[in-house]
């Protein structure tokens, strides 16, 4: 089949190679001009583990295009489809003025039937509003769906290769067909291509956001009381995710979540509520808990410090929003750090992918350090803030000896507290 991606970002970036790996020929398109002459030359803007090695041998094997030229990419494709950005607006609500603009230049670039299909994640009854765009534009026909992504970024291959589900919402089902069609070397093990209506698509996705973001804040509320109660939140979470339920999935206090997704999603389906007289209760609360999660981490730093951390050295560990990724959109920690900033702590930073993005963010405001153990020195505390596999197993004798003073925070809970207590530590973590 050949098909267009118009937006070459995580998710655009991802679905094209992973369509071209596939056998198919791909045209991604995205109007950033220098980011789509880096992917013409293999070098792709974005880490996500395994995405290199498909980008570079689709663009050898010549199933995998890179332009800014949309009119010619839909010109040549017959599956188009739409994965640029929906930030959030100031008031919350999802802006679509990208998928907006973009479906006006697909409509005026279409010269004969057309599959279009919208990934990126859209407020209830946005294709309908796409339909109408698409008819001012063209008199060719065309079918439209919903097909939104639910890839996890630092797995976003895997999961696009071996989704849970795939999701179609079209309101004809011959249209389906095709995107089944091109789905099915994806779920060859049995998952399900779930054909439901376009309303229904755009609301799944907001829903399983949701649902992820209200545990991981309901996980933190219970945290933050098992600190009051003196109880151990470690034991908690097993006990809730053995029970067949709850399960295991998403259970991890910490110092909130952050993202494009979860944050903004959330806002949004707030939005849709709001628009329908609808007051959407548990989600303002997970977004409320999850924004007083970060301060209270600062909080618990300064209480250590009576308040005085205008002359502390504060190691970071983690800057991107999660492990295995370089995104450091509404991550965490710019929130603790631009917290310890304001409170006047000098603060040393090391990531082992984000080091650009935390580049542009603070602007010489922190100093950026190349090893985690570069953090440490002279340090007056550690942060753990995102848990990458190389923070776990460190070499406490080492940290200890180089700190000023031997104080961690794990935002994470990626330490055992009694070995690290019985080394010399002063340890603190979320709700144990
Ligand atoms: N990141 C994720 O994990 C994830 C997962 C599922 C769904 N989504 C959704 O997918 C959509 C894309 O997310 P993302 O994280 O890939 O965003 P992104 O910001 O990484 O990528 C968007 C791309 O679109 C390009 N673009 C913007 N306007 C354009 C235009 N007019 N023409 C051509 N290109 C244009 C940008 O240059 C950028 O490269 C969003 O709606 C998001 O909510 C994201």
Same mark, same amino acid.
């Given at each position: 089949m050949n098909i267009a991606v118009i937006g070459t970002g995580y998710v655009g970036l991802v679905a094209g190679s992973c369509f071209a790996e596939s056998g198919n020929d791909v045209w991604c398109v995205d109007n950033d001009a220098a980011k789509v002459e880096n992917l013409k030359n293999g070098i792709i803007p974005i880490y996500e583990p395994g995405l290199p090695e498909i980008v570079q041998r689709n663009i050898r094997e010549e199933r995998l295009t890179f332009t800014t030229d949309l009119e010619a990419a839909v010109k040549k494709s017959f599956v188009i489809f739409v994965a640029v950005g929906t930030p959030p607006q100031p008031n919350g609500a999802a802006d679509l003025s990208a998928v907006f603009s973009v479906a006006a230049a697909i409509g005026r670039a279409m010269d004969r039937y057309k599959v279009i299909v919208v990934?990126?994640?859209?407020?209830?009854?946005?294709?309908?509003?796409?339909?109408?765009?698409?008819?001012?534009?063209?008199?060719?026909?065309?079918?439209?769906?919903? *097909?939104?992504?639910?890839?996890?970024? &630092?797995? =976003?291959? /895997?999961?696009?290769?071996? @989704?849970?589900?795939?999701?179609? !919402?079209?309101?004809?089902?011959?249209?389906?067909?095709?995107?089944?069609?091109?789905?099915?070397?994806?779920?060859?093990?049995?998952?399900?291509?779930?054909?439901?209506?376009?309303?229904?698509?755009?609301?799944?996705?907001?829903?399983?956001?949701?649902?992820?973001?209200?545990?991981?804040?309901?996980?933190?509320?219970?945290?933050?009381?098992?600190?009051?109660?003196?109880? *151990?939140?470690?034991?908690?979470?097993? &006990?809730? =995710?053995? /029970?067949?339920?709850?399960? @295991?999935?998403?259970?991890?206090? !910490?110092?909130?979540?952050?993202?494009?997704?979860?944050?903004k999603d959330i806002r949004a389906l707030i939005d849709t509520g709001r628009q329908h007289q609808y007051e959407m209760k548990i989600l303002e609360a997970a977004a409320a808990v999850n924004s007083e999660q970060a301060s209270l981490f600062v909080d618990k730093i300064r209480k250590h410090f009576r308040g005085e951390l205008s002359n502390k050295r504060i190691g970071v560990w983690g800057l991107a929003f999660k492990p295995r990724t370089n995104d450091m959109r509404d991550a965490p920690s710019v929130k603790i750090i631009e917290g310890l900033l304001a409170e006047g702590a000098t603060v040393i930073a090391y990531d082992p992918e984000a080091m650009d993005e935390a580049k542009k963010i603070f602007d010489g405001r922190i100093q950026l350090v190349g090893s985690n153990y570069g953090c440490v020195e002279g340090a007056d505390a550690l942060l753990i803030v995102t848990e990458w596999q190389a923070f776990r197993n460190p070499n406490f004798e080492r940290m200890k000896g180089m700190m000023r003073q031997p104080v961690i925070f794990d935002g994470r809970n990626i330490y055992d507290p009694i070995p690290l207590r019985q080394l010399g530590f002063t340890y603190y973590s979320v709700g144990r």
């Open positions: 990934k990126s994640t859209v407020p209830v009854g946005t294709s309908e509003k796409i339909r109408e765009i698409l008819k001012k534009e063209t008199t060719q026909p065309f079918d439209l769906m919903s *097909n939104p992504e639910f890839l996890k970024q &630092g797995a =976003a291959v /895997d999961d696009f290769m071996k @989704p849970d589900r795939v999701v179609v !919402g079209a309101d004809d089902i011959r249209a389906a067909e095709i995107l089944r069609d091109l789905y099915a070397p994806f779920v060859r093990t049995g998952s399900p291509v779930l054909i439901v209506d376009v309303r229904t698509a755009e609301m799944l996705k907001y829903a399983a956001n949701a649902f992820l973001a209200a545990r991981i804040s309901f996980m933190n509320e219970i945290a933050n009381l098992c600190e009051r109660v003196g109880a *151990n939140v470690d034991m908690i979470r097993k &006990g809730l =995710a053995s /029970d067949s339920r709850i399960g @295991p999935a998403f259970l991890f206090p !910490g110092v909130g979540f952050g993202g494009s997704c979860f944050p």
